[in-house]
């Protein structure tokens, strides 16, 4: 069975500051993995995704995330956060057969002035 | 663009009302899924259907039932609401005959208030 583990369900930095989001999941086999964004009261945003190749994935925004086998992790960064960025964070994981997708439990993230 | 609209941003109903949510897409996909979200809980699979007339239950179906007739739109339905019902409610939908590695798009979220 897949899993999500998002460590840190609230997340302060400082305008400027290094975003990092933390993402562990597990799985018998390489799965597809996924970040996604949620601003207030508003439906998900694909920011990247993991499939095959390049473990470094650049998405929107100014964001990435590297896909670590060895740790099972798929953590989120950007060098500078912005007063934009205050959003919640989604990572999940798509198995490698059937049509689910499943979902850590989120991170708010919020940028102090 | 991929577009993916729910029918109603809000919602007010009261307990033993029977609630319907839609949800339309226009990029011709394959998959369409429900989900909740509740703070500290992410977002939970209600029902996902990935073709015409079908349909899985996810986590959570108890009190929900769904219908997909066309398409392009995917119903979920609440037989009988209630409190513990009131929640947020996102539909999503995702090209299925490509493979798992496609991402799924999603709408702006129905918020249902059951009182």
């Known amino acids: 069975a897949q899993s999500v583990t998002q460590l840190g369900s609230h997340v302060s930095v400082s305008e400027g500051a290094l975003v990092l989001l933390r993402c562990n999941y597990s799985s018998s086999v390489p799965p597809y993995l996924f970040w996604y964004v949620q601003y207030p009261n508003q439906g998900l945003q694909l920011l990247l995704k993991?499939?095959?190749?390049?473990?470094l994935v650049k998405g929107i925004n100014g964001f990435e995330a590297e896909f670590k086998k060895s740790e099972t992790s798929f953590h989120l960064t950007k060098p500078s956060a912005h007063m934009s960025d205050a959003a919640e964070y989604f990572c999940a994981v798509s198995a490698n057969t059937g049509n689910q997708f499943y979902f850590g439990t989120g991170t708010s993230l919020t940028v102090i002035p | 663009d991929v577009k993916v609209t729910q029918s109603s941003r809000y919602l007010v109903k009261r307990t033993g009302e029977k609630v319907f949510l839609e949800c339309v897409q226009d990029m011709d996909h394959e998959n369409m899924f429900w989900y909740r979200q509740d703070p500290g809980l992410g977002l939970r699979l209600i029902y996902f259907s990935y073709d015409v007339k079908m349909k899985e239950k996810g986590d959570i179906p108890e009190g929900y039932s769904v219908s997909r007739e066309k398409k392009e739109r995917f119903s979920l339905i609440l037989e009988s609401a209630s409190t513990n019902q009131t929640s947020m409610y996102l539909c999503a939908s995702r090209r299925g005959l490509a493979g798992p590695h496609n991402e799924q798009f999603f709408g702006p979220g129905t918020r249902l208030t059951v009182l």
């Open positions: 993991y499939t095959t190749g390049a473990t």
